[in-house]
């Protein structure tokens, strides 16, 4: 992945896509995120994080269970406890958040994406799944609360039970993202977004924010002190 700050935003590229990584997780990959999330942090001014990728179609496809499967039980404990702080941190940062969906967001892409303040998604191609009912990989409860934060339940309980998979389109309909755009103009509206988010008060935004997820800061306090 690549962090860059382009007049006071923070754009945070991610590249594994094109060479079949399909910007997928693995302790190497969650430690990146970590390290963007520590720079947007120390930064002194008011900011935003737009979390993006140029791949036309895949966004995140989740954890890499392929080389989790290859773990051993420290391992794979150490990933889930490294990937639930991830979440959690993008979900509290003390900046505004916008995720730029510009293809499939599958599994744990999808639900780092559900932790953003706000979504915007390509109109025209990828989908927003949640497969683990179909992959046998139950939610936890840290994984839980994020997705909780998309609004619609309705269409959340879909997603969680049955596994849908929702176009651009029927995530507009549903509250799922927050605006569709084409592909074409879709990188531009999301960094005319998070500029405009960006000329807010880092502190209050947070501050009013967090407060409206204190289940997450929870969770964070804990996995903090372990």
Not at 16 to 41: K, M, P, R
Not at 59 to 81: A, H, P, Y
Not at 158 to 167: E, I, N, S, V
Not at 171 to 179: K, P, Q, T
Request: include cysteine; hydrophobic fraction near 40%; aromatic fraction near 8%.
């Amino acid at each position: 992945m690549n962090l860059q700050l382009v007049d006071n935003i923070h754009i945070l590229t991610l590249t594994n896509a094109d060479n079949g990584g399909d910007n997928s997780f693995t302790s190497e990959v969650i430690h990146e995120y970590l390290a963007a999330l520590d720079c947007v942090e120390k930064y002194s001014g008011n900011t935003a994080l737009l979390l993006t990728c140029e791949h036309k179609k895949t966004f995140s496809t989740g954890i890499n269970l392929d080389w989790l499967t290859q773990q051993n039980d420290k391992g794979r404990v150490e990933f889930l406890l490294a990937f639930e702080t991830l979440l959690c941190r993008f979900a509290l940062l003390n900046a505004p958040t916008v995720a730029c969906i510009n293809g499939n967001a599958y599994a744990g892409g999808a639900i780092l994406a559900s932790a953003a303040d706000y979504r915007l998604m390509r109109s025209d191609r990828g989908r927003f799944c949640f497969p683990e009912v179909n992959i046998n990989i139950p939610f936890t409860p840290v994984t839980n609360d994020i997705v909780q934060l998309l609004p619609n339940k309705q269409a959340l309980k879909h997603m969680m039970l049955m596994g849908t998979a929702y176009t651009g389109e029927q995530c507009a309909e549903l509250d799922i993202v927050d605006s569709i755009y084409p592909a074409s103009e879709l990188q531009t509206q999301a960094v005319a977004l998070a500029t405009s988010l960006a000329e807010k008060d880092r502190n209050t935004f947070s501050t009013i924010r967090n407060l409206m997820r204190p289940a997450i800061q929870a969770h964070l306090n804990r996995l903090t002190t372990q």
